[in-house]
């Protein structure tokens, strides 16, 4: 289902308790459309935290959330890891984050449901491949960090 960005975020806060501030922030580019970093600054200035990347534990869930959501049909469109890397510049989210903040649970649960439905003919092909390689880029994974979670789920498989 192509939902635009300002569609999903709504659900987003709609379907989970966010913090007040960060509700705040994803209302920004929910009535706005864009992700207003002038805007975004404004609201942390006025919740008293200094820099976007001090409240990152609760930022990394909305990607998470919002991954998840994505993920319903079973891909990932070219517009939606567009919109996450927007979403992840507009959070403050770097490259590691992912896995040195305790997400990795988190991560790792994502990816085995994408490889079980992968696994699941026993085969892998070129979309599929695809999306775990985009999946990978999305949690910011390096190959080694990629390795480690897949190779514990492969071993499994």
Same mark, same amino acid.
């Given at each position: %289902?192509?939902?635009?960005? =300002?569609?999903?975020?709504?659900?987003? /806060?709609?379907?989970h308790t966010?913090?007040?501030?960060?509700? !705040?922030?994803?209302? &920004? &580019?929910?009535?706005?459309? %864009?992700?207003?970093?002038?805007?975004? *600054? /404004?609201?942390? =200035?006025?919740?008293? &935290?200094?820099?976007?990347?001090?409240?990152? %534990?609760?930022?990394?869930?909305?990607?998470?959330?919002? @991954?998840?959501?994505?993920?319903? #049909?079973?891909?990932? /469109? +070219? *517009? +939606?890891?567009? *919109?996450?890397?927007?979403?992840?510049?507009?959070?403050?989210? +770097?490259?590691?984050?992912?896995?040195?903040?305790?997400?990795?649970? !988190? &991560?790792?649960?994502? $990816? /085995?449901?994408?490889?079980?439905?992968?696994?699941?003919?026993?085969?892998? #092909?070129? =979309? +599929? @491949?695809? $999306?775990? %390689? *985009?999946? =990978?880029?999305l949690f910011?994974?390096?190959?080694?960090?990629?390795?480690?979670?897949?190779? !514990?789920?492969?071993?499994? @498989?």
């Amino acid at each position: %289902s192509m939902k635009n960005i =300002q569609e999903s975020l709504a659900i987003l /806060t709609k379907k989970h308790t966010y913090s007040v501030l960060v509700q !705040e922030l994803l209302h &920004v &580019v929910i009535e706005t459309g %864009s992700f207003n970093t002038l805007a975004r *600054n /404004t609201i942390l =200035q006025a919740h008293g &935290v200094r820099r976007i990347s001090d409240i990152k %534990s609760h930022t990394l869930d909305v990607i998470i959330d919002y @991954a998840l959501l994505c993920l319903e #049909d079973g891909k990932l /469109t +070219e *517009n +939606e890891i567009k *919109n996450t890397h927007l979403l992840k510049l507009f959070l403050g989210i +770097e490259e590691g984050d992912f896995y040195r903040n305790d997400k990795k649970s !988190e &991560v790792k649960d994502i $990816l /085995t449901k994408q490889l079980e439905l992968i696994y699941a003919d026993r085969k892998i #092909d070129r =979309q +599929e @491949a695809l $999306l775990m %390689s *985009n999946l =990978q880029g999305l949690f910011g994974l390096n190959y080694m960090e990629y390795e480690e979670f897949i190779s !514990e789920i492969v071993d499994k @498989a």
